[in-house]
């Protein structure tokens, strides 16, 4: 691959624009990835509901688009995935486990379970995916009794790689190949998922989705090696970047995590009779379905547990390389209530909140307030330290549902009042602190700061718990590019005076990492310093690439 920049292969610092010199080469795989002497048969199904019951279960195709929220002005986490083995309920509890990570993804989600009609009958696979919440694709109870069996993996999504609004795109994918069924759910994003297509492409392989997470079924049925486990192993060694898999066959489930681990994935245990295990993207979807944590998938590690004596084994996918657990699960991505990369979320916003205070005090402020919800523990941080009283001046309405259109760009502005509504009794005549996680493109921002003015507010402080996010992400993030960042085309003062606040001040990254203390460099903090742990240089190619044939 032609790097647009020359840099240490170990952790580089990429410049947010980089203009690769040649398109991305073609990759060479190990002996056991090359295409076999028969050609490899991989079609992928999103199997709906047979006829039989049919007319009690709707079409998942049914569900209606998403509409992306327009008061979102932060990254977005693209998936959460859940799976469970050993217990008759194993899609029930996939479903309920899916409701608590459904902040991961809204504009998808999915189940695939095992089904045994009798004892006497083979096992295989069932998917039902659609379009919309959990709530939405499973609302008929009939879609959960399809999906019958002791072991199951679910999905919610947000779209990387991948048209959003497309249901071929909607995990799990469910493949049938040469050694049979086998369905993946991902959490993640493959930075070389470009050369890695069109290097199967050239063999012959054929697609059906424009998601990342299909190469990995297509480097799994084109590997040689045997048993499953080592194609798993195989195909990960291609792969570069960030993924928190789940695999799911007729009778084991696997559990794998890229050796840096920059997506959470961890593993817990029902306290059901069963004593099933359960792997999900955070600690939240085991307290719901009442499961005990146990520990992380480590980096680099795949677990597998074998559905007939609930046996668990591990290996290590490949050598192991420093830790890059992204830092915005704690800032924002996660659940307060979570526990992610072993430490608790909601104790890390509270810190990140106090620390701001003694960083960047307001002189004789009246309040402090959260942007619900997300600047909720740090504003509880940013008061108590400061000695500022706490109040909810802003109210968020979680009835706004994420189809809402503005029919006039004149009346954009609506938007913000139909999700915020700012408690005049708390703001008026006030110097109030705003507490936030963080500023993306500064548009939201700004309308709140002139929502919060319009309710009579004397001043308005605005007051980040996080750096200036100055670099887009490319492990798993939806973020703008690096140029719509508006703290990467503008300094302090230039936001302040954007957004249109009396003051503005973000968490250094030095005070971060200071909380973070000895794990600070086992976390990824690219978005703001630009250390790329994984160089992006394709992705920035094909954006750019994108860019020349507007």
């Known amino acids: 691959m032609a790097a647009a920049t020359t840099t240490s292969p170990a952790a580089g610092r990429l410049p947010f624009s980089p203009r690769p010199n040649a398109n991305p080469a073609r990759l060479s795989f190990p002996a056991s990835l090359k295409t076999p002497s028969k050609p490899v048969s991989l079609h992928l199904r999103h199997l709906t509901v047979p006829s039989a019951a049919a007319a009690a279960a709707p079409n998942p195709d049914s569900s209606s688009s998403s509409i992306p929220d327009l008061l979102s002005d932060k990254p977005r986490d693209e998936c959460g995935v859940v799976g469970v083995i050993g217990d008759p309920d194993a899609s029930y509890l996939c479903s309920v486990a899916l409701h608590a990570l459904q902040h991961r993804g809204q504009e998808g989600a999915g189940i695939v379970s095992t089904h045994r ?15 919309g919440l959990v709530s939405q694709v499973f609302q008929d109870k009939s879609k959960l009794d399809y999906l019958s069996g002791t072991a199951a993996i679910g999905h ?6 991948g048209s959003a609004s497309s249901l071929a795109n909607v995990q799990p994918f469910l493949a049938g190949y040469r050694f049979g069924q086998l369905a993946v759910a991902h959490n993640g994003n493959l930075v070389n998922y470009s050369s890695l297509r069109a290097s199967l492409e050239d063999s012959g392989s054929i697609f059906n989705t424009s998601s990342d997470t299909e190469v990995i079924l297509h480097l799994i049925a084109n590997s040689n090696s045997r048993p499953l486990i080592s194609r798993i192993v ?11 898999l789940l695999f799911l066959t007729k009778n084991k489930l696997f559990a794998a995590r890229d050796p840096y681990g920059f997506r959470p994935l961890v593993l817990g245990r029902l306290r059901r009779p069963s004593r099933g295990i ?9 307290d719901l379905i009442e499961a005990d944590y146990e520990r992380e998938v480590n980096p680099g590690e795949v677990i597998f547990v074998d559905g007939h004596d609930m046996s668990i084994s591990s290996l290590c996918l490949m050598p192991p390389k420093p830790r890059k ?10 659940l307060p209530n979570s526990i992610v990369f072993g430490r608790a979320v909601y104790s890390s916003r509270y810190s990140f909140g106090s620390t701001l ?21 740090a504003a509880l941080g940013y008061a108590s330290q400061s000695g500022v009283p706490f109040q909810q001046g802003l109210i968020r309405s979680h009835y706004v549902g994420r189809t809402f259109i503005q029919p006039e760009q004149n009346i954009r502005d609506l938007a913000v009042r139909l999700k915020l509504a700012p408690v005049k009794g708390i703001l008026e005549g ?14 939201t921002s700004s309308k709140i700061v002139r929502l919060i003015k319009d309710a009579g507010a004397r001043e308005v402080h605005m007051r980040i718990a996080s750096p200036p996010i100055v670099g887009s992400c490319y492990y798993g993030v939806d973020t703008p590019r690096s140029e719509e960042l508006i703290s990467n085309k503008m300094d302090v003062e230039g936001v302040r005076n954007a957004i249109g606040c009396d003051s503005l001040a973000f968490l250094s990254l030095e005070s971060l990492r200071n909380l973070l203390g000895k794990e600070a460099p086992s976390y990824c903090d690219a978005c703001f310093s630009g250390n790329y742990p994984v160089l992006p240089i394709e992705n920035e190619a094909d954006r750019l690439l994108a860019e020349e044939e507007e």
Request: glycine share 4%; aromatic share 10%; charged share 15%.
């Open 117 to 131: 009609p009798s004892s006497d009958s083979p096992v295989s696979l069932r998917s039902v995916t659609g379009l």
């Open 156 to 161: 919610v999504r947000y779209s990387t790689a």
């Open 234 to 244: 195989d195909a990960c060694e291609a792969l570069q970047g960030a993924y928190s």
């Open 278 to 286: 359960v792997f999900a993207s955070e600690t939240c979807a085991l």
């Open 325 to 334: 657990a992204c830092i915005f699960e704690h800032i924002y991505f996660a």
């Open 357 to 377: 205070a003694k960083e960047s005090p307001v002189a004789n402020a009246d309040v402090v307030i959260p942007v619900p919800d997300s600047g909720f523990y």
């Open 430 to 443: 006030k110097s109030v602190v705003v507490v936030d996680d963080s500023i993306v493109r500064g548009t």
